[in-house]
């Protein structure tokens, strides 16, 4: 499965993203997904993960109530919508697949997109 991200950028404090992940297999609808991020000096944090249906989501604490992960089984994308974004979010985001919930350490993962946030 080959995992290419869209949608980082740079935005002030408060702000919004959509980040994309478009999946190239015919069996996307098999995979769980999930959008971890990476920043220089820190271990890699799982921001979000969602079930091969939509139906089960999971968030880090620190995202609850700002980040909303979705999928589109059509079209073999995972989303995440940032809202409210923080300076602290800043960093390398990239999706990953797994037959099971995703982690840091799974190796079926896109290149990434840079998320920069400003105060």
């Known amino acids: 499965v080959q995992l290419v991200e869209s949608g980082g950028g740079q935005v002030q404090a408060g702000g919004s993203l959509r980040l994309s992940c478009a999946a190239s297999t015919q069996t996307f609808s098999s995979y769980d997904m999930g959008w971890f991020r990476q920043t220089p000096g820190k271990a890699c944090e799982s921001v979000s993960t969602?079930?091969?249906?939509?139906?089960?989501?999971t968030y880090a604490d620190s995202v609850k109530g700002r980040f909303t992960i979705s999928r589109d089984n059509r079209r073999d994308t995972v989303f995440l919508d940032m809202d409210d974004l923080k300076p602290e979010d800043t960093g390398v985001y990239y999706c990953a697949a797994d037959t099971g919930t995703p982690t840091c350490r799974t190796r079926m993962r896109g290149p990434g997109t840079q998320v920069t946030v400003s105060s």
């Open positions: 969602i079930n091969w249906s939509g139906g089960r989501t």
